[in-house]
């Protein structure tokens, strides 16, 4: 079988570079010899390259090589708290990244393109999208990356380059820069794909759970947090101008300020990870291995077309780039549904209202996140957990069009129960959000060798980042035109997502059985 050929961007120089100089650091706490290799046969496996799996030689030599360590049942292993903190705050950057420009985006992009009002929304949504757009490109890319040079050096790299980038942001004086330091931010997109495959090496089939909780949980938090920094901190000297009134550089850049905070935070988290977090890809297991490399001719390779074409993967993928299209259309419709007039199919809301049910919102899902989903998943398994899910979203967006048919009756009592109900109705129905992590334990358990959960990684968040650069304008668009024409009340968006949600609860019955695919493995890997 042919090998797929990894790009002369991720073979030779800078990256080289950075990983001998991580390499060098003293946080790097124990050699690589020290993680137990794991049978490809466990449900959470290590991983290491992307485009070619080693044999049940290479695998072999690789115990053979470790110091002796005593090795017990490897799902008994304790979860590494410390390095999980580490890695989901080093995954913290990225949201806050993409986040932290959407309250003052349109305001920059009018003055620096001086626009007129009505093609704003055009310009700024364009803007937004090239991140996600650009990731998509890169995604798989930096995944091969991290197998061929270890995860840490690439987390190292894309870390240093999207802090950068986003600090440059707010300095643009023109469009075409604002749309060229978005696409820089993106195409260093590495830290994402990168924190989930150092989680999934550090967790066993017993604690990834947990793991996926709290990495869930870090990213509702940047989602929590960018907004807020970017609008408290946007245009200071008029906002505080008895702090930067007379300081020059602000009323020049106006939107300097939370790009600059933005970019010290993703530079404190390289500080953190170059010191603390520790590389979780055994050397046996890359790329540049003699031992790897003639396995992988003795036995054959993994390339990125015959892992998509593995048993499972395909549904999981796809199943993977479904919820998000949900996730992503209800997160773009929800707030212009709220501010929307009750008489055009909305809640007519005030921004402080808005706000508040935001909060609501990101702490209940938080509180699924942290607390439910793990004894849940420990109860009924991924496929439980997505079966449940898959079966209440369709009634929690029913949710929506309930909540202004109550605002539209108009009394009193009406009213009253709007209040009531909303918060906690929003409350229980963001239980649909496990789905989010589900599904990524899902991704976990189908990947078909100890060294391909990189790459497929990979595929998944290029899926997601394609799915990011078009959704939240195409689904605030058909809004926009349900809300106008009237079609079916204003409702119709509401019964476009709900076909889509019925078609995640038809997807959740067909999810492959993770076990029988074990024993398969086992089977054919003693054959």
Known sequence: MVRSSTPPLLTNGPIQLVAYLVRSLPGKMRDTDD???????????????GDAAPSNEAIEQARDDDDGAERGNVDDKPLPVWQIAALCYARWVEPVAFFSIIPYINQMTQENGHLDEVDVGFYSGLIESLFSLTQMFVMVWWGRAADRFGRKPVLVLSLVG??????????AQGIWQMMFYRCLAGVFAGTIVTIRTMISEHSTSKTQARAFSWFAFTGNMGLLFGPLLGGALANPAKLY???????????????????????GIGLSAVAVTALFVEETLPKHLRSGSSSEEA??????????WTLVNSPGVPIVLYTYGHIMLLAYAYTAVVPVFWFTKVSLGGLGLTPLQIALLMGVNGLAQSIWILLVFPPLHSRIGTNGVLKVCAAAYPFFLLLSPFFNLLLRVGTPASVTVFWVAAPTMLALGCGVSMAFTAIQLALNDV???PVTLGTLNALALAIVSAVRSFSPALFTSLFAVGAKTQLLWGYAIWVLMVIVALGFTALSRYMPDYDEMKRRREREGGM
């Open 241 to 263: 101008p008895s702090v930067f009134g007379g300081v020059r550089f602000f009323l020049d850049y106006p939107y300097a300020l939370p790009s600059l905070v933005v970019g």
């Open 162 to 171: 999207v802090s950068c980038a986003t600090a440059l942001f707010g300095m």
């Open 35 to 49: 993680f137990g290799v794991v049978d490809a046969t466990e449900q959470t496996r290590l991983l290491a390259t």
């Open 295 to 304: 396995a992988g001719r003795k036995r054959g390779e993994y390339t990125t």
């Open 447 to 449: 990947s078909p060798s």
